[in-house]
């Protein structure tokens, strides 16, 4: 069964500052994973989606990537600013058909 | 393009009475699922349908919950009959087949 894990619960960083938050998964025989970014009161945005034939993905300031026999995902956001803060999850699943299991995620706020 | 849209956004009701969620999919989806968030559990997933119908129920907390998915444009979660430990942010999210998950703003449901 499919387990994912992301330290620390809670992080917090100057602006300006890159940063990077950690995922880590159980069966590293994932189909695909996904992060999320959550804003207080909000649904979840997705922000990066990795296929298991990928190593990184990128977006903008965000780059995501993915050791898949390591069981291991980060993502990498670059001179972080306060519009940043949120909550970060993420997500993996096995197959294509099955639902994604998520982490607790990582509540990150960016100090101006 | 209209996301995934749920309703209500927020619910206030009493011990006992009954509590239906609803949820549009995005057009073309074919995979839907019900998820609750609580500080304490964080997310879980509580039911998902593919083509409409039920595959995984695993997660529905007790008989007191049921879910439908009638056509593939619109689902409902109940709640008969609620209790407080029953409040929570109930999420649906919904997705093609092997892709992208994409999540309403949720429905904040109070039992008093």
């Known amino acids: 069964k499919q387990e994912v894990t992301q330290i620390p619960a809670a992080l917090s960083v100057p602006e300006g500052e890159n940063l990077v938050l950690n995922c880590s998964f159980t069966d590293s025989a994932i189909y695909n994973l996904q992060w999320f970014r959550q804003d207080p009161g909000k649904g979840l945005t997705s922000l990066l989606l990795i296929q298991s034939s990928q190593r990184e993905q990128t977006s903008g300031r965000l780059n995501a990537s993915l050791d898949k026999s390591s069981g291991r995902s980060t993502l990498y956001i670059a001179a972080s600013q306060p519009g940043d803060s949120a909550t970060y999850l993420c997500?993996?699943?096995?197959?294509?058909?099955?639902?994604?299991?998520f982490g607790k995620g990582t509540r990150l706020s960016v100090i101006a | 393009d209209a996301g995934v849209i749920q309703s209500p956004r927020h619910e206030v009701t009493e011990m006992g009475q009954e509590v239906t969620l609803r949820c549009k999919p995005i057009?073309?989806?074919?995979?839907l699922f019900w998820y609750r968030q609580t500080m304490m559990r964080g997310l879980e997933l509580l039911i998902y349908?593919?083509?409409?119908?039920?595959?995984?129920d695993s997660g529905m907390p007790e008989d007191r919950f049921s879910a439908k998915m009638p056509n593939a444009s619109f689902s409902t979660l109940k709640i008969q009959p609620s209790e407080p430990r029953d409040s929570a942010v109930y999420f649906c999210a919904s997705r093609k087949l092997a892709g992208e998950l994409f999540f309403g703003e949720g429905s904040r449901l109070t039992v008093l």
């Open positions: 057009s073309g989806h074919n995979s």
């Open positions: 997500a993996a699943r096995n197959s294509g058909n099955t639902p994604l299991v």
């Open positions: 349908f593919n083509n409409n119908v039920p595959i995984d």
